[in-house]
């Protein structure tokens, strides 16, 4: 019998100076539609941009999550502010296609959903406050100089995710696993941080990592297949080419009976044993609170 596992671990990146052309500090009222707010509705409506590395369940949850926190907290689109949407598809030259893109439409804050994006949207603007989500490690992309004191115009939430406790779970379900395979794009920084992690959590437990790398997401499907005969369980990390193509792997788990673990729900909902992580959803809605705050003129860690 499948056991299905999954909660929520939500991280945050704190901004404790005011991120540049955020307009002028809210009021005393810790409402976010309070008076302040509503002057800023009567004044301006605000353009948003966001910037999506590809289409996949995830990702989509997040950005559907930063919109219902957005309106949640007083900003809705048709009313006082626009979204212009834009998705790379995966490609990693397009995301700074479409950061030079948002910029050049000024904008008044960007999303930047997943690493590459935000890596992109960093690089070109230093003025526009950015607000990310779905990106792992914001310290070892550049994004940011600390968690608690970014020093730059970044803020948001991050996936990273509980590899080891991920690890420990499959090794309770699946006590007599040895050998897990991890399929991952190592383009994707937040993939090859994961693993490295994997990696060091493995020997603990007993287990052994063997890697199967992939360019895109229609290589998911042989890269499976390679692993097949050598592995007992599959560990799928939060890579957005392998998201992109869970189905691929969930075919040929299933034809070879070898069980999935997850990094975040998604994965379980695309047919993964179980999962001890991400809501993205839930992260992406924090985010929009964030952006809220941002876009009355509040700071973030305040």
Same mark, same amino acid.
């Given at each position: 019998?499948?056991?299905? &596992?999954?909660?929520?671990?939500?991280?945050?990146?704190?901004?404790?100076?005011?991120? *540049?052309?955020?307009?002028?500090?809210?009021?005393?009222?810790?409402?976010?539609?309070?008076?302040?707010? $509503?002057? @800023?509705?009567?004044?301006? /409506?605000?353009?948003?941009?966001?910037?999506? &590395?590809?289409?996949?369940?995830?990702?989509?949850?997040?950005?559907?999550?930063?919109?219902?926190?957005?309106?949640?907290? %007083?900003?809705?689109?048709?009313?006082?502010?626009?979204?212009?949407? $834009?998705?790379?598809?995966?490609?990693?030259? @397009?995301?700074?296609?479409?950061?030079?893109?948002?910029?050049?439409?000024?904008?008044?804050?960007?999303?930047?959903?997943?690493?590459?994006?935000?890596?992109?949207?960093?690089?070109?603007?230093?003025?526009?406050?950015?607000?990310?989500?779905? /990106?792992?490690?914001? *310290?070892?992309?550049?994004? *940011?100089?600390?968690?608690?004191?970014?020093?730059?115009? /970044?803020?948001?939430?991050?996936?990273?995710? #509980?590899?080891?406790?991920?690890?420990?779970?499959?090794?309770?379900?699946?006590?007599?696993?040895?050998?897990?395979?991890?399929?991952?794009?190592?383009?994707?920084?937040?993939?090859?941080?994961?693993?490295?992690?994997?990696?060091?959590?493995?020997?603990?437990?007993?287990?052994?990592?063997?890697? +199967?790398?992939?360019?895109?997401?229609? $290589?998911?499907?042989? +890269? *499976?297949?390679?692993?097949?005969?050598?592995?007992?369980?599959?560990?799928?990390? @939060?890579?957005?080419?392998?998201?992109?193509?869970?189905?691929?792997?969930?075919?040929?788990?299933?034809?070879?009976?070898?069980?999935?673990? %997850?990094?975040?729900? %998604?994965?379980?909902?695309?047919?993964?044993? +179980?999962?001890?992580?991400?809501?993205?959803?839930?992260?992406? !809605?924090?985010?929009?609170?964030?952006?809220? !705050? /941002?876009?009355?003129? $509040?700071? #973030? +860690?305040?």
């Amino acid at each position: 019998m499948k056991k299905n &596992f999954s909660i929520t671990l939500i991280l945050f990146i704190t901004l404790s100076l005011m991120l *540049v052309g955020c307009g002028s500090p809210a009021g005393s009222s810790s409402d976010p539609k309070g008076a302040s707010l $509503e002057d @800023t509705k009567s004044e301006k /409506v605000f353009t948003i941009g966001i910037s999506q &590395f590809v289409e996949h369940p995830a990702l989509d949850g997040a950005r559907q999550g930063f919109i219902d926190g957005l309106k949640e907290a %007083g900003f809705e689109e048709g009313k006082n502010i626009d979204i212009l949407l $834009e998705n790379a598809q995966a490609d990693f030259p @397009t995301t700074q296609t479409i950061a030079n893109k948002l910029v050049s439409e000024k904008v008044d804050l960007i999303l930047a959903i997943a690493t590459p994006s935000a890596q992109s949207a960093a690089n070109v603007t230093k003025d526009i406050p950015i607000l990310i989500t779905a /990106v792992t490690d914001p *310290v070892e992309a550049g994004l *940011v100089k600390s968690l608690e004191i970014p020093e730059t115009n /970044v803020t948001g939430t991050t996936d990273m995710n #509980p590899v080891r406790e991920q690890l420990e779970l499959l090794k309770e379900i699946l006590p007599e696993s040895k050998n897990v395979g991890v399929i991952y794009n190592a383009a994707e920084p937040n993939s090859v941080i994961q693993v490295n992690i994997a990696k060091t959590a493995a020997g603990k437990l007993e287990l052994k990592i063997l890697e +199967a790398t992939v360019a895109n997401a229609s $290589e998911v499907y042989q +890269a *499976v297949q390679t692993l097949a005969g050598k592995v007992d369980a599959i560990y799928t990390p @939060t890579d957005n080419t392998v998201a992109s193509a869970i189905s691929a792997i969930v075919k040929v788990a299933n034809d070879e009976k070898i069980p999935i673990i %997850g990094a975040e729900r %998604g994965h379980v909902d695309g047919g993964a044993l +179980a999962t001890l992580g991400i809501d993205y959803y839930l992260l992406g !809605k924090q985010t929009g609170l964030v952006a809220s !705050k /941002v876009l009355n003129g $509040e700071d #973030p +860690a305040g």
